[in-house]
């Protein structure tokens, strides 16, 4: 698309059937614009790059048809032919730019990475009414392999809980961080408020932000 863009621009063309043309790219927008959202929809629903792939490629011909409108649309109202190879290198620069975003995106799926800002901020704003109540979280670590997602963290709560409180908390909070995010396998870890060693992990670990008691004073607890 470039090359012939560059090639027309520089030897101007008339342009014949304008009429036909817009129409085809008018039926070309609606179908191909309908098919890649349902395919984006389904590919963020199944966590599937192939899907959400081939929605994009749909897109870059829905951004093609509505760059030949536009184009044909100009160049009836001034007459100004060289807008036609100009929209078409806008066109070819786009499907590039499409193209390197996939491409990108794919290879990072072939290596292990953090879960993306979006996902994170899901994981944590269901700590908040928990967090409400004096209850705490922290050493918050994700991890994306493929379509598979993997969550764990540790569960802060007073240590006179029974183990089926604890139990229950932990299985809500799995389930829910489940069905926010599609394949992810969610592991917690379940730890008193009031012990010190609950606050005390390797230097590799990275807590959520919270306030840790005094590990001099047992009996103290998070502001």
């Known amino acids: 698309i470039i090359l012939t863009a560059v090639d027309r621009f520089f030897q101007p063309q008339p342009l014949t059937q304008l009429d036909f043309g817009v129409v085809l790219a008018l039926v070309a927008t609606g179908l191909n614009g309908g098919v890649a959202w349902v395919l984006l929809q389904a590919g963020k629903r199944l966590n599937s790059i192939t899907l959400r792939a081939d929605a994009y490629h749909l897109l870059t011909d829905v951004w093609t048809s509505i760059g030949v409108v536009v184009a044909i649309g100009l160049i009836r109202l001034t007459g100004w032919t060289w807008l036609d190879p100009v929209i078409a290198l806008a ?10 975003h996939l491409l990108r995106e794919t290879l990072s799926g072939l290596m292990d990475q953090s879960l993306p800002p979006d996902q994170l901020q899901l994981i944590t704003a269901l700590f908040v009414p928990h967090e409400s109540q004096g209850l705490r979280f922290h050493l918050l670590k994700t991890r994306q392999s493929g379509s598979q997602s993997f969550v764990s963290f540790h569960v802060l709560v007073p240590g006179h809980w029974t183990v089926r409180q604890g139990h229950d908390l932990c299985e809500s909070l799995e389930t829910a961080i ?6 992810a396998q969610v592991t917690t870890h379940l730890e008193p408020l009031e012990d010190p060693r609950s606050w005390q992990h390797p230097d590799f670990a990275v807590p959520l932000e919270s306030s840790a008691p005094d590990p001099s004073n047992p009996n ?4």
């Open 91 to 100: 066109v070819g620069l786009n499907i590039i730019w499409t193209g390197a």
């Open 178 to 183: 489940a069905r926010q995010i599609v394949g």
């Open 220 to 223: 103290a607890s998070p502001e």
